[in-house]
């Protein structure tokens, strides 16, 4: 158990949709990262969080938006949903925003149809 | 944008041989990582790489950071059942994206008893 919790797990939901991950990330950690990971794809870096504030973005979609909020937990928002956008999404958490060794939550599944 | 190309792309062993992987880069890398994922698994860190030419490891793993800090290798010793997953390198440029983590498309390993 890395101590980073993503909930819900599985994500079923129809194109078009708003849906809302959520990330607690372990005791003390203040940085949170987003990944997607595709087949094809792999796994791609989207945003990372530092303490409230957004420190570095990757590859993340305009239609996919992210927050810190003051308990250090996080919320990955994704809009309009695509068919494409079927994934699993990560969340990892370090102790600090250089720190690299991020612990990686177990994943949300996420099923566009 | 940085890509990184890791080899092979799966590996069928038997039990008890050794196993070796790598992964090389178009640009520079200030920090390599290596990273195992299982089934219904989020990313596990293995090891950790910071200065070129270091050498570190982690039980039957060692890694090594290429001195040219364009590439980085992976070997396990003695591979075990429990050895199986897919393996993951990834790079850290430690410029304006402290949190960014470039993957590659990982090794997929599977050990015959």
């Known amino acids: 158990d890395s101590g980073v919790t993503q909930t819900p797990k599985h994500l079923i939901t129809a194109t078009g949709q708003r849906v809302t991950l959520r990330c607690s990330p372990r005791s003390g950690d203040l940085s949170v990262y987003w990944y997607q990971q595709s087949l094809d794809q792999g796994l791609q870096f989207l945003i990372q969080?530092?303490?409230?504030?957004?420190?570095a973005k990757g590859n993340i979609l305009e239609r996919f938006s992210a927050q810190q909020f003051p308990d250090l937990h996080s919320e990955l928002n994704l809009s309009s949903l695509e068919l494409g956008d079927s994934a699993l999404y990560f969340c990892?958490?370090?102790?600090?925003?250089?720190?690299?060794?991020?612990?990686f939550g177990q994943g949300t599944r996420l099923t566009v149809v | 944008g940085q890509q990184l190309n890791q080899s092979p792309q799966s590996m069928f062993i038997q039990e008890g041989e050794d196993v070796s992987m790598n992964c090389t880069s178009s640009s520079i890398f200030n920090t390599w990582l290596w990273y195992k994922q299982e089934p219904g698994e989020g990313p596990v860190l293995l090891i950790a790489l910071y200065k070129a030419g270091e050498l570190t490891s982690n039980g039957r793993l060692t890694a090594q950071f290429g001195i040219t800090r364009k590439d980085s290798f992976l070997n396990i010793s003695a591979s075990i059942p429990s050895d199986v997953g897919i393996y993951f390198c990834a790079g850290l440029d430690g410029g304006t994206s402290y949190g960014k983590l470039t993957f590659g498309q990982g090794t997929i390993l599977t050990v015959h008893p």
């Open positions: 990892a958490s370090s102790l600090s925003w250089g720190n690299t060794e991020a612990f």
């Open positions: 969080y530092y303490n409230g504030e957004e420190r």
